[in-house]
C-alpha cells in the first residue's frame, strides 16, 4: 500500500496540484476496490484535461490494475503520438510478454509465436534477446506435442513455421525427414516457376 501512495504522489507532482481532488478520488475508489469507478473518474480526467501527463498515469494506472483490455485498447494511441516515451512503450512489450507466455502455458503455441514475431523482437524492447532465444523453445514444445498426438499435418506445419522463420538448422536437426520433403517441394516448386 506505501508504494501505491508513493506512486500516486509522484503521479501528482507530475500532474500538478489543482488536481488533487480527482487523483485522491481515485486513490479512494482503489484503496475501496471500486477499480472500474476508478477508470471511469481517470477517463473522463483524461478526456477533460490536456496534459499528457494525465494520460500516462492512466495508462500505468491500468497496468497496474490488472485492467489489460482497456490497457491494450489505450496504450496504442498513446505510443503513436508518444514513442520516446520508454517507460509506457516497456509496459506496452510487457503486456504482449505476458499475452506469448500465457499462449505459450495454455500450449497454444502458433499464438505464442506470434505475439513474440509481431511485437516482442523489437530492439526498443529490453528483453528481446530473450525472446528471440525463447521462439525455438516453443516450436521444440509445439512439434513434440505434434509428434505426441500423432498429427504428421501438424509436425509439417511447425517445421514449415520454423523454415519460414528462418530456423532451418533447427528444423532439419529436430525432424530431418519433414524437413528434407518440405525442402524438395520449396526446390521443385522454384524450378518450375523460376524468377523472371
Request: aromatic share 12%; charged share 30%.
Given at each position: ?8 504522489m ?8 489543482g ?45 497496474e ?19 520516446q ?29 506470434d ?14 534477446r ?46 530431418p ?20
Amino acid at each position: 500500500m506505501k508504494n501505491v501512495f508513493c506512486v500516486m504522489m509522484a503521479g501528482l507532482m507530475l500532474l500538478g496540484c489543482g488536481d488533487g481532488d480527482r487523483l485522491a478520488e481515485i486513490n479512494k475508489l482503489q484503496a475501496a476496490g471500486e477499480v472500474r469507478e476508478a477508470i471511469q473518474v481517470y477517463r473522463e480526467w483524461v478526456e477533460s484535461s490536456k496534459n499528457p501527463n494525465v494520460e500516462r498515469e492512466y495508462l500505468k494506472f491500468l497496468f497496474e490494475n490488472k485492467q489489460y483490455l482497456d490497457f491494450s485498447k489505450d496504450v496504442r494511441s498513446y505510443v503513436a503520438r508518444f514513442p520516446q516515451d520508454g517507460e509506457i512503450m516497456e509496459l506496452q512489450f510487457e503486456y504482449y510478454a505476458r499475452l506469448a507466455r500465457d499462449a505459450e502455458r495454455t500450449e497454444q503455441y502458433e499464438t505464442a509465436i506470434d505475439y513474440i514475431v509481431s511485437y516482442l523482437l523489437s530492439p526498443d524492447y529490453s528483453d528481446y534477446r530473450k525472446w528471440e532465444s525463447r521462439q525455438t523453445t516453443i516450436l521444440r514444445k509445439w512439434l513434440q506435442e505434434a509428434i505426441d498426438e500423432g498429427d504428421v499435418t501438424e509436425q509439417k506445419n511447425v517445421v514449415a513455421k520454423m523454415m519460414v522463420m528462418n530456423f532451418g538448422n533447427l528444423a532439419e536437426s529436430v525432424a530431418p525427414e519433414i524437413y528434407q520433403e518440405l525442402a524438395s517441394q520449396v526446390s521443385t516448386e522454384e524450378e518450375v516457376s523460376p524468377a523472371n
